[in-house]
């Protein structure tokens, strides 16, 4: 249950910040459901092994480069969800930054984790 519910703030994260984030468009909100989604995959499956073949960077640049791993998240959720579109690279990188705090905002809603 604490996973759907996950998925669905994060929805709600996504519509909000398509609303005011001039780069970023959602058709709807069965969309931003389906974008959650393959957010949760991408950041599941894909994410550790970028962040694993990407490590002396992170290293050198002190963990920032996570911060383009998870624009590179994005913008792989951009091309996945046909209803979903992100208009460059600092777009998606503000998206993600304003996403995680939405995130961590909402789930702190949640009391548990």
Same mark, same amino acid.
């Not at 950041?43 to 624009?71: E, R």
């Not at 590179?72 to 969800?81: C, K, N, P, Q």
């Given at each position: 249950?604490?996973?759907?519910?996950?998925?669905?703030?994060?929805?709600?994260?996504?519509?909000?910040?398509?609303?005011?984030?001039?780069?970023?468009?959602?058709?709807?909100?069965?969309? +931003? &459901? %389906?974008?959650? =989604?393959?957010? /949760?995959?991408?950041?599941?499956?894909?994410?550790?092994?970028?962040? *694993?073949?990407? $490590?002396?960077?992170?290293?050198?640049?002190?963990?920032?480069?996570?911060?383009?791993?998870? +624009? &590179? %998240?994005?913008? =792989?959720?951009? /091309?996945?969800?046909?209803?979903?579109?992100?208009?460059?690279?600092? *777009?998606?990188? $503000?998206?993600?930054?304003?996403?995680?705090?939405?995130?961590?905002?909402?789930?702190?809603?949640?009391?548990?984790?």
């Amino acid at each position: 249950m604490s996973f759907i519910l996950r998925i669905l703030l994060t929805a709600l994260a996504v519509v909000i910040l398509a609303k005011f984030l001039p780069g970023v468009e959602v058709a709807g909100y069965l969309t +931003a &459901i %389906i974008v959650a =989604l393959v957010l /949760a995959i991408l950041n599941l499956l894909v994410k550790p092994l970028l962040v *694993i073949l990407t $490590l002396p960077v992170t290293i050198l640049t002190l963990g920032l480069f996570l911060l383009v791993i998870n +624009a &590179i %998240i994005i913008l =792989l959720a951009d /091309a996945f969800v046909s209803g979903f579109g992100v208009s460059g690279f600092f *777009i998606a990188l $503000l998206f993600s930054l304003l996403l995680s705090l939405f995130q961590s905002l909402l789930f702190s809603l949640l009391g548990k984790d």
